[in-house]
């Protein structure tokens, strides 16, 4: 009896609070079950998944390409043209300096001799970055200009610290390995080792992402390379479960009722860029002035300190407009 009482004492609150705030929405023409549509698949779905009411304006970075010929690029990649040049794949000893100038980059006549191979570098990954999307879920024209933003498709190591397409350290990769248990499972497989997540382990997974092979056409092991595009996706995606939490311990609020699909990959390279602090600092500071949803704007007015800031940098340079897409009707 006291159990249906306070059952409809809490209905009751329930109408209170819900019914006005929807019925405010239906009179502004908004279709009631579009609305609860919405509000279902925001707490059903994980955010990072939850491909609703993209804005077009986002569409460029967010959109799903049908062929892998849809991430075509002819970019002159100054640093892709140096280590070609440097590991004596491209010839170009008739160029001043040996084609090279400083810092490991190509000077102009260098990246001349190396374009067509960069060209075909560049695009040699385009089918698993879109396989990747259907096996993981990161969104693919993200994932090619964080390549691109990161390594510019040479899947070496810099400075020993930084390896494959997306330059992930060790404590990047321990990150990763804690969020995302695929990844974990699949290193753990391709290991053969026992399931736990230490610096041997992070340190095997990140040698797997070292892809280049002096003996190998255009230097780069192919079927090395093209694994490790699924492993630094699952990392990525590890990144982006990690902001979803980040974004829930900030606010208490269901990440997908607090930021939209763009932000929270917006965040989640801010993440993998300048840390979790950044995100939970900027998101909480930003959700104390909405108390609401929390805009990218939103996400921007409110970081603070160089390292957040570059952080942002990173986010817009990769989300920025690259491709014309969606294609012209």
């Known amino acids: 009896m006291h159990r249906k009482i306070l059952f409809s004492f809490l209905l009751l609150i329930g109408v209170f609070f819900v019914v006005p705030f929807t019925m405010g929405i239906a009179r502004k023409g908004v279709n009631q079950a579009e609305i609860n549509k919405n509000l279902l698949s925001q707490t059903t779905i994980p955010t990072c998944m939850n491909r609703v009411n993209i804005p077009l304006d986002e569409m460029h970075w967010i959109y799903v390409p049908t062929s892998a010929d849809e991430l075509h690029t002819e970019e002159n990649l100054m640093w892709l043209a140096g280590q070609l040049i440097s590991n004596k794949i491209v010839d170009a000893s008739t160029c001043p300096a040996g084609g090279l100038a400083t810092g490991g980059y190509a000077n102009a006549c260098g990246m001349s001799k190396a374009q067509a191979t960069v060209i075909t570098i560049q695009n040699s990954m385009n089918q698993p970055i879109l396989d990747a999307w259907k096996n993981v879920g990161v969104p693919p024209v993200l994932l090619k200009q964080m390549i691109r933003y990161e390594s510019q498709f040479w899947p070496g190591v810099l400075n020993q610290t930084h390896y494959g397409f997306g330059h992930i350290t060790t404590l990047g990769m321990l990150n990763a390995l804690e ?3 695929s990844l974990l499972q699949k290193a753990c497989n391709l290991t053969s080792g026992t399931c736990s ?10 040698q797997m992402l070292d892809a280049t092979c002096a003996s190998c056409t255009n230097g780069i092991d192919a079927t090395k390379a093209t694994a490790s595009i699924d492993l630094l996706a699952r990392a990525v995606m590890g990144y982006c479960d990690q902001t979803a939490q980040l974004v829930f311990n900030a606010t208490g609020w269901n990440s997908g009722l607090v930021v939209d699909y763009p932000t929270i990959w917006k965040l989640t390279l801010l993440n993998y860029n300048a840390g979790a602090n950044c995100v939970f600092d900027s998101v909480a ?3 104390k002035t909405t108390n609401g ?5 939103d996400i921007t007015a409110h970081a603070s300190g160089n390292l957040c800031s570059r952080g942002i940098y990173y986010a817009n340079q990769i989300t920025a407009k690259y491709f014309n897409f969606p294609p012209s009707q």
Do not use: E, G
């Open 285 to 287: 500071s930003s959700f």
């Open 293 to 297: 949803p929390v805009s990218w704007s």
């Open 179 to 181: 969020w995302n248990p």
């Open 197 to 206: 997540i230490n610096q041997t382990l992070a340190a095997t997974v990140l």
